[in-house]
């Protein structure tokens, strides 16, 4: 059974960093592009960040672009979000998810598997 573990949430202050890590099991990690969302309370769960397959392209929800890095090892089967100048707005649960498949999808129905989330809280 796939398993997609997200570790490195926590509480931080406005302006922080925190670097998210979300390791994949039983999985030909290669073969899946992975992504990065999250749900704020009452809210629905939203489009953060993706990667492809190799690594070589991403995209990121504006809300998030040029304070966020998305990465992935294949070696490793990790995926990873680093998140600088984090605010307020971007307490969630942060999940990470995979997609079969050479591309990304922005929305949440497009991936296969999805990890059991970590909470981020932003402090101001």
């Known amino acids: 059974q796939v398993q997609l573990v997200e570790s490195g949430g926590g509480l931080v202050q406005n302006g922080d960093s925190l670097r998210l890590s979300c390791a994949a099991s039983r999985i030909t990690f290669s073969a899946y592009s992975m992504g990065w969302f999250r749900q704020a309370p009452g809210k629905e769960r939203e489009f953060v960040t993706a990667?492809?397959?190799?690594?070589?392209?991403?995209t990121y929800a504006d809300s998030v672009k040029g304070r966020f890095t998305i990465s992935r090892d294949n070696a490793k089967n990790m995926v990873y979000l680093q998140m600088n100048s984090l605010k307020p707005e971007d307490t969630a649960v942060y999940y990470c998810?995979?997609?079969?498949?050479?591309?990304?999808?922005?929305?949440?129905?497009?991936?296969?598997?999805w990890g059991q989330g970590t909470q981020v809280t932003v402090s101001s």
């Open positions: 998810a995979a997609r079969y498949g050479v591309r990304w999808s922005l929305e949440t129905g497009g991936y296969n598997y």
């Open positions: 990667i492809n397959r190799n690594g070589g392209d991403t």
